[in-house]
């Protein structure tokens, strides 16, 4: 498999740059990479191959940037609108993904700011994040979103479109599809919905052999993402300290 660095989605210091203003956000993304090291190692991986994505969503610019000079490089949001203001206010140096459902109408704004678009899940999105990508002369790298806790709030395809919604994506010019990513329902077990995700991507990676990534796991279950194969882990509240709800 490709390194994810090799896809300029790692790259991530380890740093220990306790900075001023900072210093819980510092911490909290020490502890993170011990944790995901620990549970590499027991998966016999290499820690250092598996991108912490920070979910930064409902937290301001200051604590991006706190992130940032610990030496955090990828950040993602959920919303497209917040992503573009709070890109905005932080400015270079980061990689953005986009996490959230993404409306065809957002698009454009997501393509212009995002190194890998997490949450692709239907063929008039890929279509649009496709043609939105070819006017930015660029192609796109996305992720697609797969059901495979059946539990459709989340957003994502169902398992069984996995496979015809791959093949299409792998015709559509400004996207590349680069692996699979799955948000299990808050009340299942997530290792058997992980390792559901993963066999998908070994069966599909036969066919289309740039579908290496797994985006799973977040803040109360990265470590078991991790045990199973997650290459991208996506970590809001163990980084950033408890989001106040919101919806
Ligand atoms: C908010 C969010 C995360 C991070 O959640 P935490 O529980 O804060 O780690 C990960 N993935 C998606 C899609 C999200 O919306």
Redesign the pocket.
Known sequence: MTPASDLSLSGVSTAHDVDAGGDGVAARLHAVRRRLRAAASRAGVDGDTVTI?A?S?TFGAEAVLAARRAGQVDF?E?RVQELVAKSGEVGDGIRWHF??RLQRNKAADAVARCELI??VDRLHLAREVATRARRASKVQRVLLQVDVGEDPD?GGCPPAQAPELLAALDTLAGVECVGL?T?PPLDADPRPLFRRLRQLRDQQRERFPRVEHLSMG???D?EIAVEEGATIV???????GP?PPTR
């Open positions: 994505v979910v969503k993602g959920s996490v959230g997490h949450s989340k990513m948000i977040m803040t109360h990265f996506r970590v809001g509240e163990a980084v950033f989001r």
